[in-house]
């Protein structure tokens, strides 16, 4: 019986898989050799030196390969505890790269993200979230909540989210509300129960839309829960937020009145921070609000919409230390018809340690009320009005009712002078620092010598473009352009006289 050559490669067994690629030879070998070290016997002392044991001899006819050399990859010797402390150390401008290295760096480098912003729901609502960043406890949800193609070429973006819209979302009148591209609350809740049964840790978390169930699971499967923000939210909703009792900072943007405002305040008295962005809440809410939640001390109201006679509500915030008003059409109206009548100005109360009191972008043209919220905020040591329209001389001098504030800012303010400036900061005698910004009607220059004196060492800035007209005085700079660009010049014989 004959064998070619043929029959018998095909009949012969086939090498191992190890035996072709480099890589995992060089493993076989590595450990190989790491097997062999430990079946190595160990000699006492009194026996010869000069003659190796068996074990070594037969081992010197093995080549030793050193351990670096066997593996391609050195970072895969060390454990994955070793490598996350490595990768913590390093600058963040490198973690989009680290991920490119390989499917393990990957993996570890999303251990170490613990905040991150979704764009997409249905990376959260497949799992691949979990997956991908185990680790997280700070969540944003907001953009992810948002049904828009993402191939549309015109962005829209307010102070609340940002999200894709197409031509047609122009023809509607409120078509910058993001209520009309945002999902259902049933859609909503699904994703924030697979965020809380795979985040238990979770301490921040911002989402739209969500409803009372999805408020109650987080509740329950997050006891670590301390800062939320709801946008889109209502009385209803707040219903699920009383039962996070470790709630310290909240951030509410909807439509909420004093019933959602008393639920709230009865739920969360561990509260340190509150935000309301148009609510519709008066005096009886915020009035809850300083009964029950204790340690709050810093609140702010965006967009105020809330009913007349709510400052009232604001002496009992006991432990408030910082106020701000931001972006409000009317402060408040017909707040103490009491005080009207028999001028006392302890009628309406105060919050005895507040600190800190901050105007943005508000209009101011009632006297009447900022007159009532100066007095409520009496005890205030700095005080900020930035880009406040009908700040005139006459509203200004409301604020002569703070008699103990030390650091004052006034920023973008047109219509203020410097005479109404200096009636109000004579009155102040514990003033240490005063800056006034971009203020058209305050020159360095109309400043009284006197005041001047009396505040040297205040921090004193006065308007820039005054600063900078009187700094280029007979510069020639400044003349709208009539000595660079001259009407009369021939541009084409320039361009020529250029060419040649």
């Known amino acids: 019986m004959t064998f070619s050559p043929d029959k018998e490669n095909q009949h012969s067994s086939p090498s191992p898989r190890w035996f072709k690629s480099k890589k995992a030879f060089n493993n076989v070998l590595f450990a190989m050799r790491l ?72 993996n570890l480098q999303g251990r170490l993200v613990t905040s991150i912003k979704l764009l ?16 997280l406890v700070k969540i944003d949800l907001v953009n992810g909540c948002i049904l828009s193609p993402q191939n549309l070429g ?15 979302c122009f023809h509607r009148r409120d078509w910058f509300s993001p209520e009309n591209y945002a999902l259902s609350g049933e859609e909503i809740d699904r994703g924030v129960r697979v965020l809380a049964a795979g985040f238990p840790n979770l301490t921040k978390l911002v989402v739209m839309n969500a ?33 996070c009792q470790n709630l310290q900072i909240l951030q509410l ?13 009865q739920g969360c008295k561990k509260l340190t921070k509150l935000e309301l962005n148009g609510c519709r809440g008066g005096y009886e809410g915020v009035k809850a609000i300083g009964q029950c939640c204790s340690l709050l001390d810093e609140l702010t109201l965006t967009n105020l919409d809330m009913e007349d006679g709510w400052m009232l509500g604001l002496p009992f915030c ?52 900022l007159t009532d919220l100066f007095l409520i905020c009496r005890n205030a040591r700095e005080l900020v009005l930035q880009s406040c329209w009908g700040l005139s001389d006459e509203v200004f001098g409301a604020a002569a009712g703070l008699r103990r504030v030390r650091c004052v800012s006034i920023q973008g303010c047109a219509l203020l002078t410097a005479r109404g400036l200096e009636s109000v900061i004579v009155g102040w005698s514990e003033l240490r620092s005063l ?13 009284n010598p006197e005041v001047s004196t009396a505040f040297a060492e205040l921090k004193w800035e006065p308007d820039s473009r005054s ?33 040649s």
């Open 35 to 106: 097997n062999n070290n430990k079946q190595q016997p160990l000699t006492p002392k009194s026996t010869n030196q000069n003659i190796p044991p068996p074990s070594s001899r037969r081992a010197s006819k093995i080549h030793h390969f050193p351990p670096t050399d066997l593996v391609l990859d050195k970072t895969s010797l060390l454990s994955d505890q070793i490598l996350l402390k490595i990768l913590s150390n390093l600058p963040k401008s490198q973690r989009d790269s680290n991920c490119l290295v390989s499917k393990r760096w990957l």
């Open 120 to 135: 997409d729901w249905y990376f959260l609502v497949s799992g691949r979230l979990l997956l991908r960043f185990p680790n």
């Open 154 to 168: 015109v962005s829209v973006t307010n102070e609340l989210v940002s999200f894709h819209g197409g031509s047609d």
């Open 211 to 243: 409803t009372e169930m999805g408020v109650l699971t987080l509740a329950e499967e997050c006891p670590k829960l301390q800062e939320l923000e709801l946008r889109m939210c209502s009385d209803r909703v707040l219903r699920g937020i009383a039962a």
């Open 253 to 265: 943007s909807g439509s909420v009145s004093d019933v959602g405002l008393i639920i709230l305040a």
């Open 318 to 369: 006991e432990s408030l230390k910082s106020l701000r008003l931001v972006s409000c059409k009317k402060i408040s109206s017909d707040v103490s018809d009491k005080s009207d009548a028999n001028d006392d100005d302890d009628d309406l109360g105060y919050c005895p340690v507040i600190k800190n009191l901050r105007l943005d972008k508000c209009q101011m043209r009632d006297k009447k009320s």
């Open 435 to 447: 800056k006034v910004v971009a203020c058209n009607n305050i020159k360095d220059e109309e400043i």
């Open 467 to 499: 600063r900078l007209c009187s700094g280029l005085a007979g510069t020639g700079v400044g003349r709208k352009g009539g000595k660079f660009f001259n009407k009369s010049c021939d541009w084409k014989s320039f361009r020529s006289r250029s060419d």
